[in-house]
């Protein structure tokens, strides 16, 4: 249900059945969010002060950052309204004259190097050339100076080698269409850089490592679309709508039918960014989603989030994902920072008469039936069902670079309905989603660098080493809402094995059973994660957590024990249904040969894993 503190029209069950939502209750989101930082504004609306932790640039560049981050918000909304939005033009002009005007006493950073000023320059530069005919062609000449000055700063300065380049791509296009000072070479660089980091099935990697995640969507495909509609170049706008259209064919299933999206990677706090992409496609012509299922997915995962409490009752968006929970957030998070949500408005570009507002919703591919997905480039399978609304991605690819220092990349599975255990107390455990050597001490080992061996189908593989000279290789095989982990574990003698399943966290402890090679953990909604040792497990248990995890203050992680490390098969469940381990254990047979793993499904389904 949407909080009554939400000002939003009554649903429209007839043009959106499943939703209720339309462009009306987009627009509504957005008016109520830019009203609600105006609190926290400098006199001359150069900086937005919100409160909450700072992050590692200081409260200055914080109080950019909410100039930059809900003005992108207000030019969508500006720029949708065809300019009649008199009262944001005037208050966003207001703040680029005293952001760049020294004397203010609000005045924004210059640019330096890898700094981040050059993040929050980039939606500043976006922002204008969307509103160009009701904000920029009406400043003042002495403010376009300024502001073209203050963006200047951009040339010749060095930024990170990732998605930071096409910072500057953006930015110093938008200063070559008003005649201010650029580089060619320096557009061009960023754009030749992601050639470099693009991997194929649609997906980049956000710099050279294997970093998949949301940056592929929200920032890798957005900014050089919205470049082509600064620079108007056709080639690579081809180019770039067939890759955005690819894409979109499996990221579409990366969201539960509740809306939900996978809990996976960095920047979580910035949430319903993630439709950025889906309104993209239909901006850029390059989407394989009709016009109704794409409103249809991005008012999903809005009003999913509208009905969890964000926004919070004082209209702010917290450093969180429902609530407050910072360590989902990184050290350059700041009380700003979540505001790159504004780019889920995105789709406000399209007028009020496209098909994406006017046509009915249409059902998703997980509304009607099962869904299973590989990419193979990334090493990441994504399997959902449709009677829960779930979906899971078993991850044998991303690893944000080796050694992995971040629980939302490490774990071998991500969902929609679950999050790990991030909270610095409960990651060294590192017990959810994780096969783990323990050494005598105790000592369990981290997954290291992801090496992927296979992806496609139903099934993907991968490797890693601990670190002490063991090799640990993973085979997943999904069916439905199971799936089963194959691990082969190859000179780590003198340790004992452990495995975690889905963290399952809940406001109050979730219930646990154990019992014959099988662990649970059930909330009192139902949702129930479960370990099933099939093969070369002779233990179980349940560990507890306390405020370590997104989704509430109380977490319970099914676990499975071995003596000794070798060929280990197990069942893994997440499911809104009832579960039965004890019955699956029986239904579901394993026959072992030297060189494959043959498992049998209920019902007779059939999956043959090659050994390594």
């Known amino acids: 249900m949407i909080p009554p503190y939400l000002p939003l029209p009554p649903s429209d069950r007839v043009l959106s059945p499943r939703t209720g939502w339309t462009r009306a209750h987009w627009e509504s989101l957005a008016d109520h969010l830019l009203e609600s930082v105006t609190p926290y504004a400098s006199p001359g609306r150069a900086q937005y002060r919100l409160p909450g932790r700072a992050s590692w640039s200081g409260v200055v560049l914080d109080g950019l950052e909410g100039f930059a981050r809900t003005f992108l918000a207000a030019a969508f909304r500006i720029a949708g309204a065809g300019g009649d939005m008199p009262h944001l033009v005037e208050r966003y002009a207001r703040g680029l004259a005293a952001g760049t005007d020294p004397s203010s006493g609000e005045s924004w950073p210059v640019l330096t190097d890898c700094s981040q000023q050059m993040v929050e320059a980039a939606s500043i530069a976006i922002g204008l050339h969307e509103t160009r005919p009701w904000l920029w062609d009406r400043l003042d000449d002495g403010v376009r100076e300024r502001v073209v000055d203050w963006l200047g700063g951009f040339v010749g300065k060095r930024t990170w080698d990732n998605n930071w380049m096409l910072f500057q791509t953006v930015t110093e296009e938008f200063l070559k269409s008003v005649g201010g000072p650029y580089e060619q070479r320096e557009i061009d660089r960023g754009l030749e850089r992601i050639e470099d980091w693009y991997v194929g099935d649609g997906w980049y990697t956000d710099g050279g490592s294997r970093n998949f995640d949301y940056y592929c969507g929200w920032a890798l495909h957005l900014y050089p679309v919205l470049w082509t509609r600064m620079s108007g170049d056709a080639e690579r706008a081809g180019v770039y709508a067939g890759r955005l259209r690819e894409f979109l064919q499996t990221y579409q299933h990366f969201f539960g039918s509740d809306g939900a999206p996978i809990h996976q990677g960095r920047s979580l706090t910035y949430r319903f960014a993630a439709v950025a992409p889906v309104w993209l496609g239909a901006l850029a012509d390059a989407t394989p989603l009709s016009p109704g299922q794409t409103r249809k997915l991005a008012s999903s995962v809005v009003r999913h989030f509208a009905e969890r409490g964000v926004p919070s009752p004082d209209g702010l968006l917290s450093l969180g994902w429902y609530e407050r929970f910072l360590p989902s957030t990184q050290a350059y998070s700041g009380p700003a920072s979540p505001y790159w949500a504004s780019k889920a408005f995105l789709g406000l570009l399209l007028p009020p008469d496209h098909p994406v507002w006017t046509e009915r919703e249409q059902p998703l591919p997980l509304d009607e039936h099962d869904v299973t997905a590989a990419i193979p480039a990334t090493g990441l399978l994504l399997h959902g069902t449709r009677h829960d609304g779930i979906v899971r991605l078993l991850n044998h690819g991303s690893d944000h670079g080796a050694p992995p220092d971040d629980p939302h990349?490490?774990?071998?599975?991500?969902?929609?309905?679950?999050?790990?255990?991030?909270?610095?107390?409960?990651?060294?455990?590192?017990?959810?989603?994780?096969?783990?050597?323990?050494?005598?001490?105790?000592?369990?080992?981290?997954?290291?660098?992801?090496?992927?061996?296979?992806?496609?189908?139903?099934?993907?593989?991968?490797?890693?080493?601990?670190?002490?000279?063991?090799?640990?290789?993973?085979?997943?095989?999904?069916?439905?809402?199971?799936?089963?982990?194959?691990?082969?574990?190859?000179?780590?003698?003198?340790?004992?094995?452990?495995?975690?399943?889905?963290?399952?966290?809940?406001?109050?402890?979730?219930?646990?059973?154990?019992?014959?090679?099988?662990?649970?953990?059930?909330?009192?909604?139902?949702?129930?994660?479960?370990?099933?040792?099939?093969?070369?497990?002779?233990?179980?248990?349940?560990?507890?957590?306390?405020?370590?995890?997104?989704?509430?203050?109380?977490?319970?992680?099914?676990?499975?024990?071995?003596?000794?490390?070798?060929?280990?098969?197990?069942?893994?469940?997440?499911?809104?249904?009832?579960?039965?381990?004890?019955a699956l254990r029986e239904a579901v047979t394993v026959r072992v040969s030297d060189d494959a793993v043959a498992v049998t499904f209920p019902g007779g389904t059939s999956v043959t894993l090659p050994r390594p």
């Not at 439905?480 to 003198?494: F, K, L, S, Y």
């Open 409 to 582: 990349y490490a774990k071998l599975a991500y969902s929609t309905r679950t999050g790990p255990e991030a909270a610095e107390h409960a990651w060294p455990r590192t017990l959810d989603n994780h096969l783990a050597l323990l050494a005598p001490d105790g000592v369990p080992s981290r997954r290291t660098a992801i090496r992927p061996l296979s992806c496609g189908g139903a099934t993907a593989a991968s490797s890693y080493e601990t670190g002490t000279g063991a090799v640990i290789t993973t085979t997943s095989a999904a069916y439905g809402p199971w799936e089963v982990r194959m691990h082969e574990i190859t000179d780590g003698q003198g340790c004992a094995v452990r495995e975690g399943g889905y963290a399952l966290a809940d406001a109050d402890p979730p219930a646990t059973v154990t019992g014959q090679g099988w662990a649970l953990a059930r909330r009192a909604d139902g949702l129930t994660s479960a370990l099933i040792g099939l093969h070369g497990w002779d233990g179980v248990s349940v560990a507890r957590e306390v405020e370590s995890n997104a989704f509430g203050p109380h977490s319970a992680i099914p676990c499975l024990h071995a003596g000794t490390p070798g060929l280990h098969v197990s069942l893994v469940v997440l499911s809104g249904d009832e579960v039965h381990p004890g």
